[in-house]
């Protein structure tokens, strides 16, 4: 069963570790980056930031997707993390079974607008969080669990003010 998915740029840290682990009742941890593929600098960071009791499994975007969908895993609890919105809407458009998708930080960069405290998202964000929420996929900001929880429709109004 998928929790959720979290789209947070810094992937797994201290806050997704603590935090989110815990409140979303996981035992599993899937980190889906292609980049990851090849850094092995992150991947040890991965591990040693990963709770104790929790698997950890890194994979590419596809073999993430190849993951979520395999039959044996339904009864496993997975938090998906992903780096980007653009990530998310390619796994959401593939995997099955997604209900939810956590918006957590993302960078302030050129041509982004900031919608939160560490959240900063384009317009093409706001295009494809449009299509993940008309998908029926329930999309909330929410940079911790204590946070309140900002629906899509107040994050695109947020956005267009």
């Not at 997704?16 to 593929?37: C, E, K, S």
């Not at 957590?104 to 317009?123: F, P």
């Amino acid at each position: 069963m998928i929790k959720a998915l979290r789209i947070d740029d810094r992937l797994l840290h201290g806050q997704v570790a603590a935090a989110w682990t815990p409140f979303l009742g996981v035992d599993t941890i899937l980190i889906a980056n292609d980049r990851l593929m090849t850094d092995k600098t992150m991947q040890i960071a991965f591990k040693l930031a990963t709770p104790p009791g929790i698997i950890l499994s890194m994979k590419s975007l596809d073999g993430a997707i190849e993951v979520v969908n395999n039959p044996k895993n339904f009864e496993r609890k997975i938090m998906i993390i992903v780096e980007s919105i653009r990530d998310a809407a390619y796994i959401c458009k593939h995997a099955k079974n997604i209900e939810k998708i956590i918006i957590g930080g993302q960078r302030e960069e050129q041509g982004k607008k900031k919608i939160e405290s560490t959240v900063y998202l384009s317009e093409e964000d706001i295009k494809m969080l449009a299509e993940i929420n008309e998908s029926g996929i329930e999309v909330i900001l929410q940079t911790v669990p204590t946070a309140p929880k900002i629906r899509y429709d107040e994050i695109k109004r947020r956005f267009y003010k």
